[in-house]
């Protein structure tokens, strides 16, 4: 299972491993994993080199430990870190992923949102994001219809940005406000959860490579299912 002839760091393929062995369903969340001595044994590798590709799924959320117990498997997130799709996201961590279409509409631009689109127009798309048979977020999308071609409700079941850049559009970069928000019975009822679960209400802004306003999302996400990693840089030669 490890190749240690490969120029791939033997804790990196453990680490590898053990994410596929959750991904395929062998440790699922809340198994306690075997122990260090024993994973010695089934890797042939030393006792320090599975503490390292340990040590980084502890820090990265995937695995646990628990003094005098053991390891475990964490519920595991949705950890979104990079410009890319939910679709994207999903893909990328193994896991399942349905999406709904709840509503698909023509709308007339809402005033609130007049000074963003100034087009008569706006395909309004609701849909709900089911990773694993488990709602964990429901997404309402604004786009000017102008700025697409022809739509339909099975093109949205996979990827929006995949659709959008079947028109031509390049997406770079988005702009987006997050905020932990009390949500009404008929939201809570598309998510499929409880009221005392938290909530993440998100508001973004997706722009292309020429800068143009592509389309303005309204979304909501179980917390406790998804994390928002923000990666900041200081600029060389910034004053603090």
Known sequence: MIDKNSPIPVYYQLKNDFIKKIANGIWKAGDCISSERELCEI???SRMTI????GELVQEGVLTRKKGKGTFVCEQKVNQK????????IKQSGRVL???VVEFAVIDTPEDMQDIFILDKLYKITRKRI?????????????PVDYCGHVNEKMLEGSLYKVLEGFGYVITNSNSSIVAVN???EIRNLLECEKDTPILKMISKTFTNTDKLLFLEEAFYKSDK????VNI???EGEIL
């Open 43 to 45: 890797y042939g590798v």
């Open 51 to 54: 503490r390292q590709a340990i």
């Open 82 to 89: 990079d410009m890319m799709s939910f679709t994207e996201m």
């Open 98 to 100: 349905e999406t709904k």
């Open 131 to 143: 990773v694993d048979s488990e709602c964990i977020a429901l997404e309402t999308v604004y786009i």
């Open 183 to 185: 949500v009404n019975d």
């Open 226 to 229: 998804f994390t928002l990693q």
């Open 233 to 235: 840089s200081r600029k």
